[in-house]
């Protein structure tokens, strides 16, 4: 059984913070329901409009089950938790990602853009 075989919220973007459902961590993972999305996404170079489509992405909380996205709203923690390196700047992405698998306690890594 993987560890990341855990029930997190969903909620359809960045801006709905209320009324997430329950979904497979590991199902949405291994789903490529937004994939073109995220391609589109990978591919765009306007920094505005990249933002523009990550905001639109769905929102999952790595942590657990949410009634609202906040910390009093948790529910049911996963134990997980999710880094964004998002704003770190002058590295090599696809570097650290190798080294950080290479860390036996981190369960995914992966890119979004």
Not at 2 to 27: E, R, W
Not at 44 to 70: C, M, N, W
């Amino acid at each position: 059984m993987s560890v990341l075989n855990k029930i997190v919220s969903y909620f359809p973007d960045i801006s709905s913070t209320t009324n997430g459902a329950d979904v497979s961590l590991l199902k949405l993972l291994q789903s490529n329901k937004h994939k073109q999305k995220i391609l589109q996404l990978r591919s765009e170079t306007d920094e505005g409009i990249q933002k523009q489509l990550k905001d639109k992405l769905p929102y999952y909380t790595v942590a657990g089950t949410f009634k609202h996205r906040s910390n009093e709203g948790l529910l049911q923690s996963s134990g997980l938790a999710a880094v964004d390196l998002d704003s770190a700047e002058n590295y090599d992405v696809i570097h650290l990602l190798n080294e950080l698998k290479k860390i036996p306690s981190i369960a995914y890594g992966g890119l979004d853009r």
